[in-house]
């Protein structure tokens, strides 16, 4: 039995191998390789080990020979080669407790197969890990697990955790050192691979994960029984008579050798590359083509005497498209470049034609997302006051769950810095073996402050952005633990901590740009002479909570009134641009309020302000950063809504983000905005020192004010909800467009639900809708499964804020819940927006009214084919099902081309 020794021989072998003996795989960051494909699994644990220190002995190695192999392979493709070979680790689980696993990655299938576990290997299949779901790989110590761990137990340089969404960190003990160095680099390079074809290949991948979820032994074929089923759980509706002739047409098609087409009991397959191209021949997008064909050119052709037409947009048709439909300008040479993008045939691109294929890859490129891809970057001046910005901030940070008795974990940091949080919290108590963070008075479990210092803050505080993190830091220790505190925030954040002493006499707060790379401690500060303060502001409504648990409410009831502390010099000194104080009042802050100075709120508190003194409370945010927090009340760690406390400008409004609920959606797509840096420029008029704004008036200036035109047009490869994947039933799409800002832009639209179709559903329904305040507003598109008898889940949706919309034909690319993307789901609309006056846009909607009224009076005519009214033609649309309290609704359309408006009217 021959084996893989990363040697030098066989790395110079690989090197001179033909491309006849290899198998060509993507390229990586430093070039295109090609690897030996005859590899085989090795589970001689001497060998690996040796194998490991052989490999990066040959990595590390500058000869002339390695030179020139580094100029034509990548390194990391060589580790990923090891990789495959597997490795033996001890697994820690949640309870401590350890296993023997051997794990290899699969890299065509991009799977981490792991046996040892001999309960879970009695099935069909060996038990997997979907290296597609890695987000991060961590060397060493840096989970919840290991740092429970007596120390020295386990060698930290053996030590490593993949970190995957939806479950646990797999937490692996190596048996050498270089074996755990080469599968993190070996998989943090995977994670590179999974987001470039992310990118560019998003469709593809996605139709991928359906079919080998479907090839259950795992031969690379599906038969037309599976074909079948398969179809079912991707939301395709077609019979099985449907289905065998495009499934027939596609062996034709491909002129596939008959042997490796059938299975072992002779029946017809398809692999991947053949379930492709039958995928999209049962998917065709019609609108898309419809709408290629109104601005596509005609080319007249005879080929053997008969006359054929072929359709392409020359550089003028694709200027005029993007340029007068899409909003941008674009110059002729700009145009040329964009055609040998996205066209696909060399043909076509050596004349600048644009082909039906090319036009689909230009829409469903991300410059045609609705939002506008320039936003991706951080396109904001970033040299404003820190009072200026709306910053990213979490509550309670350290919990992954319920309020009450929910896990503390270092995960909840570690997850919030790498979506591009900017302020964190630590709840901070006496432990018995140093500070310890959780929920006083509850029943959370606690973690060291020293481990979220060391394995969160200290790592991953700059991974997303480098604009300034606050640490905000709630104080219940002792003198002498708060001294242990400062001493771990020095030790392990060093130069990255600002101590810089606050000139009292400064008139703002300095930049994000000038405290780029720092860390800022928020914190009560002792003023001069003074060596106690009052205690933090902390959830003083959790007094009010309720709660059917003895043990909880006994703890609840031990909990203090908020009273005097005091403060260590030496953690007191950390503090600088951010020092905690009690909230006086809007005149007292005018009259002697620092900029230094900030105060927190309770949602509740904050709330009766901004329904009290609204204008005042616009004034106070651009003096001093405020912070809101939810009231102690939800103990389910629920949000509350956002929206109402960015319109009076508040900085700090903080969220629980474990839970992805309707307001996180909201909170995470406004902060994708600016590059997802964590800081978001707020508006002029509420940074402007002499604003009169106010979110409760009942007027706005007329020049702010912009009408919106949004037409739903389809969809596209829209999944079943959340846990219903293995479900017969086919998802009947609707949509739902909300609209958030001030109280008069708040508005709800809801399509008509399409019956069993997920595949491509069309709508083509219109909704109209003005924004008196379009720089606070924010839009959600909601897209749910009708159920007569249950409640409507949810498929997918996209928040954004209103100033991100493009014009033109866009593609919204839908998310779940906790904003993961959902491959190529999406939905294709057309946007219109100019700017427009409350009146004016009034006045107009008047008229539309009228011409409604007088449309509404030729129902009884519903059976004719085409309509005339008011001198003007009203085509008959399909038959469509709308939605009631009772359930669905048939209904039938009439459109009015000319005036755009789309009437719905159930059928009796």
């Known amino acids: 039995m021959s084996c893989f020794k990363a040697s030098w021989a066989t790395l110079s072998s690989i090197v001179n191998k033909t491309d006849e003996d290899c198998e060509v795989v993507p390229a990586g960051p430093l070039g295109d390789l090609q690897v030996d494909s005859r590899l085989i ?243 065709k997008r019609h609108e898309i083509e419809e709408l290629f064909e109104q601005f596509a050119s005609r080319e007249r052709s005879s080929h053997s005497g008969v006359q054929a037409s072929e359709s392409w947009m020359s550089i003028e048709d694709v200027q005029h498209f993007m340029n007068n439909i899409q909003g941008y300008n674009y110059s002729k040479e700009l145009t040329k470049h964009l055609i040998e993008k996205y066209e696909p045939k060399m043909s076509q691109r050596m004349q600048h034609h644009l082909s039906k294929n090319g036009f689909l890859l230009l829409l469903s490129s991300n410059m045609m997302n609705i939002r506008n891809c320039e936003h991706n970057e951080v396109y904001q001046d970033m040299t404003q006051p820190l009072t200026s910005y709306f910053i990213s901030s979490s509550h309670n940070t350290y919990l992954i769950e319920d309020q009450l008795r929910g896990p503390s974990s270092i995960e909840g940091y570690i997850r919030a810095l790498m979506s591009g949080c900017r302020c964190v919290e630590l709840d901070c108590w006496d432990g018995d073996n140093g500070p310890q963070v959780y929920h006083g ?30 640490l905000s830091l709630e104080n219940h220790c002792s003198i002498e633990q708060q001294k242990i505190m400062a001493q771990i925030l020095k030790d392990n954040l060093g130069d990255m901590l600002h101590t810089d002493p606050v000139n009292p006499d400064i008139k703002q707060l300095p930049s994000p740009e000038q405290l780029k790379g720092k860390i800022l401690i928020k914190c009560r500060k002792l003023p001069a002479g003074v060596t106690e303060v009052a205690e933090e502001d902390s959830d003083d409504e959790m007094n009010s909570t309720t709660s059917d648990d003895l043990q909880v409410k006994e703890m609840l009831n031990q909990k203090k009134k908020k009273g005097k502390i005091k403060l260590a010099p030496e953690l007191s000194n950390l503090v600088t641009y951010i020092q905690s104080v009690s909230f006086q009042g809007f005149a007292a802050v005018r009259k002697q309020g620092k900029p230094y100075e900030m105060s927190s709120y309770s949602e509740k508190k904050a709330l009766k302000l901004i329904d009290d003194e609204a204008g005042e409370f616009v004034k106070h945010t651009n003096l001093q950063i405020c912070r809101i927090y939810p009231a102690g009340t939800r103990t389910d760690s629920s949000n509350y809504n956002p929206i109402d406390m960015w319109n009076v400008g508040c900085q700090l409004v903080s969220l629980n983000f474990q839970t992805p609920d309707r307001q996180m959606q909201l909170f995470r797509g406004k902060f994708k905005d600016n590059g997802s840096c964590g800081y978001l420029l707020k508006p002029s008029f509420l940074t402007d020192p002499n604003t009169s704004f106010n979110p409760r008036a009942e007027s706005f200036p007329e020049v702010w004010g912009q009408a919106v035109t949004m037409q739903i047009l389809s969809g596209a490869h829209l999944p079943k909800p959340e846990g219903e994947e293995n479900s017969s039933d086919l998802v009947d799409p609707y949509v739902k467009l909300e609209v958030y800002g001030v109280k008069e832009d708040c508005a709800e639209f809801k399509t008509a639900a399409i019956t069993d179709n997920g595949l491509n559903p069309r709508w083509g329904e219109t909704f109209e809708f003005h924004l008196s305040v379009p720089d606070l507003a924010m839009l959600r598109i909601n897209v749910k499964d009708y159920q007569t008898l249950t409640s409507n889940d949810m498929i997918g949706q996209c928040s954004f804020p209103a100033h991100s919309l493009q014009q033109g034909y866009r593609h919204i690319k839908l998310e779940s819940s906790e904003g993961i993307a959902l491959g190529p789901a999406s939905i294709f609309v057309h946007v219109d927006m100019r700017p427009m006056s409350k009146a004016a846009w009034l006045s107009r909607r008047t008229n539309s009214s009228i011409r409604q009224r007088k449309l509404s009076g030729v129902k009884e005519m519903l059976g004719n084919s085409s309509l005339v009214v008011n001198g003007r033609s009203i085509s008959r649309d399909s038959t469509t099902s709308d939605e009631s309290s009772q359930g669905r609704v048939p209904s039938t359309r009439l459109v009015d081309p000319n005036e755009g408006l789309t009437l719905t009217f159930p059928t009796s």
């Not at 029943?443 to 606050?470: G, H, N």
Request: glycine share 4%; with cysteine.
């Open 41 to 283: 699994m090795i589970k001689d644990r001497k060998q690996r080990v040796n194998d490991a220190i052989n490999l990066r002995k040959t990595l590390q190695d500058s000869s002339t020979m390695w030179r020139t192999i580094a100029s034509h392979k990548s390194c990391e493709e060589f580790i990923l080669t090891f990789l495959s070979g597997g490795s033996w680790f001890i697994k820690i689980t949640d309870k401590l407790k350890t296993y023997k696993r051997f794990l290899r990655f699969e890299r065509q299938k991009k799977m981490i197969y792991y046996d040892g576990s001999k309960k879970r290997t009695r099935g069909k299949n060996l038990p997997r890990y979907d290296a597609r779901d890695i987000v991060d790989v961590r060397q060493g110590h840096q989970t919840d697990v290991f740092n429970k761990c007596e120390p020295g137990k386990f060698d930290e340089s053996c030590c490593f955790s993949i970190i995957m969404t939806g479950r646990s960190p797999i937490n692996l003990v190596a048996d050498h050192p270089e074996i755990a160095n080469l599968w993190v680099r070996g998989l943090k390079f995977q994670i590179y691979l999974n987001d470039r074809m992310q990118r560019l290949h998003d469709e593809k991948l996605w139709i991928t994960d359906y079919f080998h979820a479907a090839d259950t032994n795992g031969d690379g074929n599906l038969e037309f029984e599976e074909v079948c089923g398969l179809l079912q759980r991707m939301s395709v509706k077609m019979s099985r008579k449907e289905a065998r002739v495009k499934f027939n047409c596609t062996l034709l098609e491909q002129n596939a050798d008959k042997d490796k087409t059938k299975d072992l009991k002779g029946n017809d397959t398809l692999n991947l590359e053949e379930f492709v191209t039958f995928y999209h021949d049962i998917c």
């Open 441 to 470: 008075y509850t029943l959370t479990s606690r973690i060291l402050f020293k481990d979220i210092i060391e394995d969160a803050i200290r790592v991953y505080a700059f991974f997303k952005t480098q604009y300034p993190l606050i």
